[in-house]
């Protein structure tokens, strides 16, 4: 217990009382610099604490005692001794602080680049070949740079195995970088208050051996032609982020439900009726203000361009499912 | 008890006119609501902060029940995050900024000064009315659903939420305003009405800390009733000012947000801090060490205190440059809360310490101001804040300055001057067993969120990974301890009102004027202005047995 919690450098890949296990280059540094400032804490604190029960002790009140009258009322080099040693030990601290800080958030050139987009509540990682995922999937003991957006309010990206974190804000890229060093799955979590399902905008980074990334991004890009149609659809429906805004138990969200949505009959905003056959459905993904379904808003984005055509496709496929 | 019996503590000036203190001096509901008595507007003041302080209990005790589980205990997520945000926002805007500068602030200043009341006693009063109306207009936002935005209200979120923003950043918005009158009426009250031979150093340290605090209240507050108020016309009218989607830019909301809410966590603590000087010297019976130290850091904390806003941004993309220059100013803002903590130190060496229960507050301070400032060092240092921010190590280091820094001070100065406000002493020995109740509740409910926190627990969450619930179960009991201690310390104070022994005018042997005034004090103060004395100089000071109060012996 005692070794775990001292245990600052080195040896805790496992983590320790104070912090998690250590995965990414950058969690040595900032661990090392964490039990630094740990040990100038607990010794102020002790002697705080100390001084204080000791004076207690020795000065107080009682019978027998004759509490001095003449009592130093300052002692100006002793002030300013203890004014200018916290400033020096402050001083070597913010050094370190930002030194290491400059390390980690320093991007090496040639890092792999991974888009991140956040949105309310869910995680979508597009790699370079245009394939995009719930989950980040990296090699281990590669640079890999996130270059992040939001498309509502601020989300945060914060890795506490790799020590990292970088809020995401709408309207702009915030970027970070990390070079993982344990294989095997670490928690992403959501650290910047997002609403709702704040608390469950969660997901995983996959840190694959060598070798393993490029094989699981070609299955994993390849999932049009290796799964079912409805099975490939809805994996699109999920990490595309439809489920955000379509329910698939009857329920209004922002848009409409999409259970037994296929064959029904739509009424739109200016009054028409009409059945909801696949090219319906292939227009509200691709060109969605072309008919606003009523009492909705047309805030649904457009797909054009960012779903290839077999997706399109292979959701429509799924969405049929649900009308059984 | 007759009044007149309560006021003979022996003193040699103040004691009161046949039948008359403050609390019998008009009867009735509007003597009240409409005083223009300081003392009488500390105590509305008193009545009014400890309302809201209850209100926000119960909120963080529900919050503390939810978490007992991951997954739904209470309520669901949507309550949830109502709960937080309406803990956050009355803890903040309705109990503790105005608090300590309020409630005993208004009571005591004036007395300290000899004075008879502050130097605007109407704007005095306005600013309590203001406060109310603002507390109403926060009620108001609870009525209709309550806000969910955290009371940060953080853009675009708050700027979408289809919660009840507007009547909360609003009634926050009223509160800024009642908040710079009262440090208008300070600074003119201490500039102004200062007794002959009260130099500005010869000021008790308790006036300096409630005169920098005034400085950054009025400095401050006009940036966050701006800030709220654009918030609201960008939620009223759509204009672009902080949402990136109406082309504006949620950082610059940020800014301006913590541009206040920094120099505010200064404005919460300094008055305690000033408690804490006034605590310290009076139990450790001698003069205070370092007067000058202590008085110059309260006004280098003001001023540094305005430029460290950007530490609340180190993970928001902001500029390395940006976060280097806001790191280092933090690390110096740090400095004289060190100096006060080892002046305090040293004025209890070679001291005659007693332990009543003020100073067991003030003692308990040491130790959780302590940690809850050497903690900061880990966020100011940019490595390691990126790791901890917003997580539940950020919530257990504002919690140890904020809770165990000012409300242990303000507890502290609660009971130290409660003799002195309504004339009666409660019971010692409660006293005792409800301070040390409330240390052991304070330190398991945030150390767990330390540890948690440390190990990657986001702050804000309604649920969390199995991994941490041991950290939450004992968190939540700590709460509950907590709880405890304040329901023995509300018994007991009340009790002290029916039954409690009346109070000497000086039970504690402090060498401050309103220990010379009668307790309670008669509605003028001073049937005379008090000779200045030595706010430290407790030499010759005796207790007598006969009141349970101390006098000055004679001069030989
Ligand atoms: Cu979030
Ligand atoms: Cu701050």
Known sequence: MFERLIAGAGGASDGNVWMPPQSSTAAPAVDRLFYFIFWISAFFFALIVILAIVFVIRYRKRAGRVAPVEVPTHNTPLEIAWTVIPLLIVFVIFYLGFKIFLDVVTPPKNAYEVQVTAQRWKWMFTYPNGHVDENL???????????????????????????????????????????????????????????????????????????????????????????????????????????????????????????????????????????????YIRESIIDPQARIVAGFDPVMPTYKGRLKDEEITVLIAYIKTLSN | ?????????????????????????????????????????????????????????????????????????????????????????????????????????????????????????????????????????????????????????????????????????????????????????????????????????????????????????????PVLGITLLLLIVERAFGVGIFDPALGGDPVLFQHFFWFYSHPAVYIMILPAMGIMSELISTFSHRTIFGYRFIAYSSIAIAVISFLVWGHHMFVSGQSNLANMVFSFLTFLVAIPSAIKVFNWLATMYKGSITLETPMIYALMFLALFGIGGLTGLFLGA?????????????????????????????LGGLHYWWPKMFGRMYSERWGQIAAWLLFVGFNLTFISQFLMGSKGMPRRYYTYLERFQPYHEASTIGGYIMAVAFIIMAVYLVDSLRRGRPAPANPWGSATLEWVCASPPPHDNFATTPQFTDPYDMRGLELDPKTGGYVRRAEA
């Open chain 1, 137 to 279: 999937h990296v090699p281990l003991d590669t640079p890999v740079l996130l270059v992040m957006t939001s498309e509502d309010v601020i989300h945060s990206f914060f890795v506490p195995d790799f020590r990292l974190k970088r809020d995401i804000v709408p309207g702009r890229y915030n970027k970070t970088w990390f070079r993982a060093t344990q294989e095997g799955a670490h928690d992403l979590m959501c650290a910047e208050y997002c609403g709702t399902s704040h608390s469950t905008m969660l997901a995983q980074v996959v840190v694959h051996p060598p070798g393993g990334f490029e094989k699981w991004l070609a299955e994993a890009s390849n999932f049009l032609a290796k799964l079912p149609p409805a099975e490939a659809g809805a994996q699109v429906f999920r990490t595309r982020g439809c489920a955000q805004c379509h329910s698939l138990d009857g329920k209004a969200n922002v848009g409409p439900t999409m259970q037994a949505v296929f064959g029904s009959s739509v009424s739109t905003r200016d009054g028409k009726r009409l059945v909801a056959d696949e090219n």
């Open chain 2, 1 to 221: 008890m007759s009044d007149a019996a309560v006021g003979s503590g022996g003193a040699v000036l103040g004691t009161p006119p046949a039948g008359g203190n403050y609390l019998s001096h008009g009867h009735g509901l509007a003597s009240w609501l409409f005083t223009l008595d300081h003392k009488r507007i500390g105590v509305l003041y008193l009545i009014s902060i400890l309302i809201s302080f209850f209100l926000g209990g119960v909120f963080a005790m529900l919050i503390r029940t939810e978490l007992l589980t991951p997954g739904r205990t209470l309520m669901g997520p949507d309550t949830y995050n109502r709960m937080f945000t309406l803990h956050g926002a009355i803890m903040i805007f309705l109990f503790i900024i105005p608090g300590v500068p309020g409630a005993l602030g208004n009571f005591i200043l004036p007395i300290m000064l000899g004075a008879k009341d502050v130097a605007f006693p109407k704007l005095n009063l306005a600013s309590w009315w203001l406060y109310v109306i603002g507390s109403l207009f926060a009620i108001l936002s609870m009525v209709l659903g309550g806000a969910d935005t955290g009371w940060t209200f953080y853009t675009p979120y708050s700027v979408d939420s289809t919660s009840s923003v507007t009547a909360l950043t609003f009634g926050a918005f009223i509160l800024g305003f009642s908040s710079i009158f009262t440090g208008l009426n300070f600074i003119v009250t201490i500039h102004k009405l200062r007794p002959k031979g009260m130099t500005w150093f010869k000021m008790p340290l308790f006036l300096w800390s409630l005169y920098a605090t005034a400085i950054i209240q009025i400095l401050a507050t």
């Open chain 2, 382 to 410: 940019l490595a390691t804040d990126v790791h901890l921010s917003d997580t539940y190590f950020i919530v257990a280091h504002f919690h140890y300055t904020m809770m165990g820094g000012v409300v242990i001070a303000f």
